[in-house]
């Protein structure tokens, strides 16, 4: 007897299947102690989150890394990738170890960390990179993100010493003298509401001097967070010359503009900033014709003081793990602009690539570990539900298209009818 | 209307109104007793995060004169210097029964987070937020102007016609962005002269002028609004001197002699004397600088009413 059959399930390409799942992996149906109707579900592999902010250690109030993994799960994902901006700062082999076991303590997800480029994000020092690959943790990504590797030698040296175990560098693109106290994009709505802009050549400028710096080295360079169609030109340009770069774009940067920084609602506060409508189509393009290889949310909770406030004292961010799938439902499948199987790409198959994650982004086939979802397309649902320990939510008042109905992470359900599991129980 | 939170909000009707009404306090203020009852047993915060001297003693005698109890609140030695927010302080002065709140801040949209955000709820009346707005100081503009132009006769007028050219530092200018958008509400046509450096509206239609010289001669003005330049911009490499900004941009005899024969000449205050204007056409035939604080006055205590007399004796008005 297997642990489940799921029956009647759509894949990606279309195709209808039934299929088991049995001590962690994708089996032939069988008979199974637990039997789950999937007709009107899509089984997608697992989404893997290249950009989260889990906020441990440090910052519990905002987020748990066991509280995080939940609301991971609930948004279909399998894994995530821990931003090392925590407290103490994930700069050394030993916070890296300790945040990754956490993770599996929690047991929701894979919780990947990423290390730190610079010694405590200061951009003077590089980390131990070395030290974090080869820990158990096995860090292949490295980012300062929350801040920029503005400093062009320490950049290159950052490529040049991951590239010798083949880590990619995730730049955060912020060119910061370009940027000092800058609030919003800069454009016609910041002149109209008198608050500090944020230039999209402030970004460009960095992806323009770090795909070039990862030519001449021929290191791996990732760009987090795209938010400009100037970026978006320039690693279009950067990939056709066969430059090493991978990019991503967040749900909230393919779905709002910077009108909806008019009322100074401080949940629109994010870095990099919203950006005009042009930009963002050229992002869902960018996304379409893979220019742009994955979404990552940059789910990032911050407590209810710090956003009910003056928009110009607020902290930069926004939830994103529960409505990931549903933006890229949104521009992907329902604006008929593309196909399920590119939203598995970029939720799951791409950024596992990226990460080197060899149990992830396996696709839902006879054989590879069970980490998949299975969501429900026609379901219409309010963005208002949430369930991360902060309520920045900036879809609160979206109806989102649909929903994640039951998650499975290395065999175990982790979310059954959108509920989220209580695993001991499960485990026993 | 609850709140006065931008010009922006303020449309043709409302606009004619408030003037209107702006100009029967203004005949208060020029009575011997400068005092009427509407506000009493009203009390009023003005609750200023900002040093201000005009604007904040403008609003107090427009207070004081509507009759109504003022506290002033001023953000250096209060709760605020002990790292209260923004929100504890409007609730703690709203549970104290404040019928309004006459607010100056340096963070931009900070009326509108008291108006909007869910934290109490009192009319707001913006006396200035950071780069944002500040549309009071539109409204006395605008009189300033329309009595300006037709005297007695002002009543019910717009600014039709009017060419208003701002000068300065537009980029960090309230007052330029207030103005931008009653005086256009008004009827008149605003155009800019600033450094580049110091202008935001790029992609907007409005016309614009790098170089003073020619916009005096280009748009022939009637009216020359000339904004303080800080200069602390200089270290942002807004502009490289004083010297520069002077010769530039600044207002002095020569220039203002090109102007057309009736141009006047308005700053919202403090000036930089030297700077953007000198004293000779600041106080000159052509300046109404003083008309504007005394309008100043009028034009609150209109707001105030406006917003805080019930509604039955504004319909018997």
């Known amino acids: 007897m297997i642990d489940f059959l799921i029956k009647g399930a759509k894949l990606a390409s279309g195709e209808s299947i039934d299929f088991g799942i049995d001590s962690g992996f994708v089996v032939e149906p069988a008979t199974a102690r637990t039997n789950i109707d999937a007709s009107g579900l899509v089984a997608l592999s697992g989404f893997v989150d290249l950009h989260t902010h889990l906020r441990e250690p440090g910052f519990e109030h905002s987020e748990t890394i066991l509280s995080g993994s939940k609301v991971a799960a609930l948004g279909g994902f399998t894994a995530v990738h821990a931003m090392p901006n925590t407290n103490p700062v994930a700069d050394n082999a030993g916070v890296v170890e300790q945040v990754y076991l956490r993770g599996r303590q929690a047991g929701y997800v894979h919780v990947q960390p990423i290390g730190a480029v610079t010694v405590g994000l200061e951009g003077k020092q590089l980390s131990e990179m070395s030290s974090m690959a080869n820990s158990s943790a096995n860090v292949s990504m490295f980012s300062d993100d929350g801040k920029c590797v503005s400093d062009a030698l320490l950049m290159r040296r950052a490529l040049e010493y991951a590239r010798t175990f083949d880590a990619v560098i995730a730049q955060h693109a912020q060119e910061p003298r370009l940027t000092e106290n800058a609030q919003m994009n800069e454009g016609l709505v910041s002149a109209e509401l008198g608050l500090t802009g944020w230039p999209a050549v402030a970004e460009e400028a960095i992806i323009a001097r770090d795909v070039l710096l990862a030519e001449q080295i021929g290191a791996r360079l990732h760009i987090c967070h795209v938010s400009t169609a100037g970026s978006v030109e320039l690693i279009r340009w950067a990939k056709a010359k066969g430059i090493r770069v991978t990019a991503e774009v967040t749900p909230h940067h393919l779905m709002f503009t910077d009108e909806k920084a008019r009322g100074f609602q401080p949940v629109y506060k994010v870095n990099p900033p919203l950006r005009l409508n042009e930009d963002v189509l050229a992002l869902r393009e960018a996304l379409i014709d893979g220019t742009i290889d994955v979404i990552a949310t940059d789910h990032a909770p911050h407590t209810a003081e710090s956003k009910d406030c003056e928009w110009s004292l607020a902290a930069f961010g926004m939830l994103g793990l529960e409505a990931a799938a549903s933006i890229a439902q949104s521009v992907l499948v329902d604006s008929g602009a593309s196909t399920w199987e590119r939203l598995e790409q970029v939720l799951s198959i791409a950024p596992a690539r990226i990460a080197k994650l060899t149990n992830q982004g396996q696709g839902v086939a006879k054989g590879s570990p069970a980490n998949l979802t299975l969501l429900d397309p026609a379901a219409k649902r309010s963005g208002a539900i949430q369930h991360s320990k902060s309520s920045n939510n900036p879809y609160a008042s979206e109806t989102l298209s649909g929903q994640v109905i039951h998650t499975f992470y290395s065999g175990v359900q982790t979310v059954s009818n959108s509920e989220i599991q209580n695993l001991e129980t499960v485990i026993d | ?317």
């Not at chain 2, 707001?124 to 009189?143: E, Y």
């Not at chain 2, 308005?266 to 056409?281: F, K, Q, Y």
């Open chain 2, 1 to 317: 209307m609850k709140h006065l939170l931008s010009a922006k909000e303020i449309d043709h009707k409302l606009g004619i109104q408030l003037l209107d009404i702006a100009a029967g306090m203004a005949g208060v203020n020029s009575s011997d007793i400068k005092k009427i009852p509407t506000l009493r047993g009203k009390s009023i915060v003005n609750l200023f995060y900002e040093d201000s001297t005009r604007t904040r003693i403008s609003f107090e005698l427009a207070e004081k004169r509507l009759s109504a109890d003022v506290i002033n609140f001023a953000a250096k030695g209060s709760s605020v210097s002990k790292g209260e927010s923004l929100k504890d302080t409007a609730q703690t002065l709203s549970a104290m029964g404040a019928d309004a709140i006459v607010v100056r801040h340096f963070a931009s949209g900070a009326a509108e987070a008291l108006a909007h955000f869910g934290w109490i709820d009192v009319p707001i009346i913006n006396a200035g937020d950071g780069t944002h707005q500040h549309p009071t100081q539109a409204l006395l503009d605008a009189f300033t102007l329309r009595r300006h132009l037709f005297g007695s006769s002002e009543i019910g007028k717009d600014l039709k016609g009017i060419n208003v050219l701002i000068v300065g530092d537009i980029a960090h200018s309230r007052v330029a962005r207030s103005n931008r958008d009653l005086l256009r509400t008004l009827g008149a046509t605003v155009a800019f002269a600033a450094p580049v450096t110091l202008y935001p509206f790029n992609e907007d239609s409005n016309p614009f002028y790098s170089n003073l010289d020619e916009a005096i001669s280009d748009f022939q003005p009637d009216a020359v609004m000339m904004l303080r330049v800080q200069t602390e911009r200089m270290a942002g490499s807004y502009f490289p001197s004083e010297r520069e900004y002077a010769r530039m941009f600044g207002l002095n005899s020569e220039r203002a002699a090109q102007l057309s024969k009736n141009a006047v000449v308005l700053h919202p205050g403090p000036m930089n004397r030297g700077l953007e204007i000198t004293s000779e056409v600041a106080d000159g035939e052509r300046s109404l600088v003083l008309n504007q604080v005394s309008n100043g006055v009028s034009v609150r205590m209109a707001v105030l009413y406006h917003l805080l007399s019930s509604s039955e004796e504004l319909a018997n008005d």
